[in-house]
């Protein structure tokens, strides 16, 4: 067994791990979440929900990006490959695409807590805008 095929089953054994407890996760969170706590958790939701968007792509198409002067090639690698190789770049895509609106979502979410702890509630809607103007970039992304 060479080093690429323990990366390759590492890569997917942690994929599967991430995709199975963000999937826990979004059920607890449906099932046990307190009224009060229900505007802030959607934030929770749409992160744990994008981390399994990206652990189901790092599953199917291992990344293999080369950055080559101010261009980047892609190499497809994984069960995607199968299908096609354009399957597998626009699932490199969406994984791009998930990874802004996570990190949208961490910089939402400290924005919300600060305006939480200064009047003492948020709305749903108040976050819902907020979260609506990180999926601006996140599409910009995955059309590009």
Same mark, same amino acid.
């Given at each position: 067994?060479?080093?690429?095929?323990?990366?390759?089953?590492?890569?997917?054994?942690?994929?599967?791990?991430?995709?199975?407890?963000?999937?826990?996760?979004?059920?607890?969170?449906?099932?046990?979440?307190?009224?009060?706590?229900?505007?802030?958790? =959607?934030?929770?939701?749409?992160?744990? $929900?994008?981390?399994?968007?990206?652990?189901?792509? @790092?599953? +199917?198409?291992? !990344?293999? #990006?080369?950055?080559?002067?101010?261009?980047?090639?892609?190499?497809?690698?994984?069960?995607?490959?199968?299908?096609?190789?354009?399957?597998?770049?626009?699932?490199?895509?969406?994984?791009?695409?998930?990874?802004?609106?996570?990190?949208?979502?961490? =910089?939402?979410?400290?924005?919300?807590? $600060?305006?939480?702890?200064?009047?003492?509630?948020? @709305?749903? +809607?108040?976050? !819902?805008? #907020?979260?609506?103007?990180?999926?601006?970039?996140?599409?910009?992304?995955?059309?590009?």
């Amino acid at each position: 067994m060479t080093l690429f095929h323990i990366a390759l089953i590492l890569h997917s054994f942690l994929a599967i791990v991430s995709t199975l407890l963000n999937v826990f996760l979004l059920v607890i969170m449906a099932l046990f979440t307190p009224e009060y706590f229900r505007s802030y958790s =959607l934030l929770l939701k749409i992160h744990a $929900f994008f981390d399994v968007v990206i652990s189901l792509c @790092s599953l +199917s198409t291992m !990344l293999r #990006a080369i950055p080559c002067g101010w261009s980047v090639v892609y190499i497809p690698y994984g069960p995607c490959k199968v299908i096609s190789t354009d399957l597998c770049y626009y699932l490199y895509s969406l994984f791009l695409s998930s990874n802004v609106v996570t990190f949208g979502t961490v =910089l939402v979410s400290i924005g919300a807590r $600060f305006w939480i702890l200064r009047f003492g509630h948020i @709305s749903k +809607s108040r976050i !819902l805008v #907020a979260q609506s103007g990180i999926f601006i970039p996140a599409l910009a992304v995955l059309v590009s």
